[in-house]
């Protein structure tokens, strides 16, 4: 596996994850998301790799998901971007893992374009901002866009950092919290991303600088990132205070008092790296 690869099966892994976000079908939707887990796995597996034969790699990307009027075009597009990175793989049992998995996308992909319902409009980028169902105001609808703007860009970078601290590390105490770290935070990240799709106002992420990733001091990083924790907390506070809707609240809090294990999490990883 080369640097190279791992960029591109990062680009693959965004644009699995964000078509499932645009699409409204649930069912499609729920098989695109599996699909982009699966491909974040791939990234992990190429990762792993580089890593074991002495290989940096980044999370430099190349991608632009357009703006697909239909359900048919999104899938056609996908579809595309799968065959192109398959292209690229070399040859190794991993090329052959990463291959029979994404022949069966490639094929699933097919079948639902195939299906009637396939000229769905997709509304994911059309700046609507309002959610169904639900009746904001300005000022409600702007704090609920500032917060999904900021907070998908903190899960998307805190996936990508654990991730990166993950495969550095060889204690399995650390990997295992890592783990969990990543796990929450692409629940977080599919959420908002789904949210955001909702009003019209999906966009990919901000690509990340290297030195964001690249950590030296591990107990700084670990001692910031509780604080952004506490500060992600106060946020889901206060959004869930501003929006006055009992059901977006409701999901609010939840994510604030997920935010509270989190911490407690990072403590332990505090404790595993810089023991007293």
Not at 127 to 155: I, M, N
Not at 179 to 198: C, P, V
Not at 226 to 240: D, G, H
Request: aromatic share 10%; hydrophobic share 40%.
């Amino acid at each position: 596996m080369t640097p190279a690869i791992f960029e591109r099966k990062h680009a693959l892994w965004l644009n699995v994850l964000f078509t499932s976000f645009m699409i409204e079908d649930e069912a499609v939707k729920s098989e695109l998301y599996d699909h982009a887990q699966i491909a974040f796995r791939h990234l992990r597996w190429i990762a792993r790799e580089l890593a074991e034969n002495g290989t940096a790699y980044t999370y430099d990307r190349d991608i632009d998901l357009g703006r697909p009027a239909d359900n048919a075009e999104a899938l056609h597009a996908l579809g595309a971007a799968v065959k192109a990175t398959m292209a690229a793989y070399p040859d190794s049992a991993l090329s052959a893992r990463m291959i029979t998995d994404d022949q069966y996308l490639i094929a699933r992909l097919e079948t639902l374009r195939a299906r009637p319902d396939s000229n769905a409009p997709i509304t994911a980028f059309d700046r609507h901002r309002t959610l169904p169902g639900k009746t904001l105001d300005t000022a409600q609808t702007d704090a609920l866009t500032l917060f999904l703007f900021e907070e998908s860009y903190k899960e998307y970078e805190l996936i990508l950092i654990y991730a990166y601290m993950q495969n550095e590390s060889r204690d399995l105490l650390e990997r295992d919290i890592y783990q969990d770290l990543i796990d929450e935070s692409q629940f977080h990240l599919k959420s908002f991303g789904n949210m955001m799709a909702k009003m019209g106002i999906l966009a990919l992420p901000r690509p990340l600088h290297e030195q964001t990733y690249k950590i030296t001091d591990i107990e700084a990083f670990i001692r910031n990132g509780i604080s952004e924790e506490e500060n992600a907390k106060e946020q889901c506070r206060s959004l869930a205070e501003a929006v006055r809707d009992e059901e977006l609240s409701a999901f609010f809090d939840f994510i604030n008092f997920q935010e509270s294990y989190h911490i407690e999490l990072m403590k332990k990883l505090l404790a595993q790296v810089s023991p007293k």
